[in-house]
């Protein structure tokens, strides 16, 4: 993936562009955050975010706090009152998601300090997406509970997690982009959109931004993570394994899908009631 970028897409990302058959100027790409979107963050109960590992790994994790949890003290900063345990230096991508009104907004930079209580961002890319296959749902504050529980490690495809993955409309991924950064970005079909074999997740793709933020990452670096919230629960499942794109014919026959890509499982977390929060889903939608 050599080669000088143009304008705001890394090689991987022109590659992905190229390989779909269209592409984008990027316009709508800042090296910083207009009012409307700091505005919008501060408002969140949690983000979603993608770190790197110091194997090298693509993580994902939920956030959460009180609205204003997350702010904006200029437009190239963000703090996060929560901790994370990710040091200064780390590349990160923040997603911020409403499922009230289905906005979306992306925040992609470096961890510049960090604490106990938090840590701080430098934004070096911010952009919005549009609200296709977000699913509505209202958010209230979980009711108080015992403890927390404790995590489950296990290897491939655990049962639960395939139960989770089954009934899923709604993921994230994190990806890497190499030196270019991590980003973390959303998916959202019908319930049961993604198929299952074995340890293997196909996931359609759908048309969207045609940024392929996501997809070109995969093209540079296939390490892969997912991240699932069952909305009723609080949980949350963390899946890490190598991904791989179909660019060409093998979407037919799934209604709006453009190409799959194959996610092999190779390890995975849940985490009990990890998320203080729970959503309901409008009946309406």
Not at 210 to 236: E, H, K, P
Request: net charge negative; hydrophobic share 40%; aromatic share 8%.
């Amino acid at each position: 993936m050599d080669g000088p970028l143009r304008g705001p897409f890394h090689p991987g990302e022109l590659r992905a562009q190229q390989l779909a058959g269209k592409g984008s100027s990027g316009g709508a790409i800042r090296d910083h955050m207009p009012d409307q979107h700091r505005e919008f963050f501060a408002m969140l109960p949690f983000v979603l975010l993608a770190t790197v590992g110091e194997d090298g790994w693509p993580q994902a994790a939920v956030l959460s706090g009180a609205p204003g949890f997350v702010s904006s003290p200029d437009a190239t900063t963000l703090r996060v009152a929560a901790p994370l345990g990710a040091p200064a230096g780390t590349r990160v991508g923040l997603l911020g998601l409403d499922f009230g009104t289905r906005r979306r907004n992306r925040a992609n930079g470096s961890i510049t300090q960090a604490d106990g209580q938090g840590f701080t961002i430098t934004v070096d890319e911010s952009f919005g997406n549009c609200p296709k296959y977000i699913r509505l749902r209202d958010v209230t504050p979980a009711e108080e509970e015992g403890g927390a529980l404790s995590a489950t490690a296990f290897e491939g495809l655990s049962e639960q997690a395939r139960r989770m993955v089954a009934s899923a409309d709604t993921f994230f991924v994190a990806t890497t982009g190499g030196q270019y950064g991590a980003d973390i970005s959303h998916r959202g079909g019908e319930p049961g959109f993604v198929r299952i074999a074995g340890d293997t997740l196909t996931v359609p793709d759908y048309a969207g931004n045609r940024y392929f933020n996501t997809l070109g990452n995969m093209l540079v670096d296939a390490r892969t993570a997912l991240l699932l919230i069952d909305y009723a629960s609080g949980d949350v499942l963390h899946l890490q394994g190598r991904a791989v794109v179909e660019w060409d014919g093998a979407a037919a026959g799934l209604p709006g899908a453009e190409r799959l890509w194959h996610f092999r499982v190779e390890r995975g977390t849940l985490r009990p009631a990890a998320v203080p929060l729970r959503w309901r889903l409008r009946p309406d939608d």
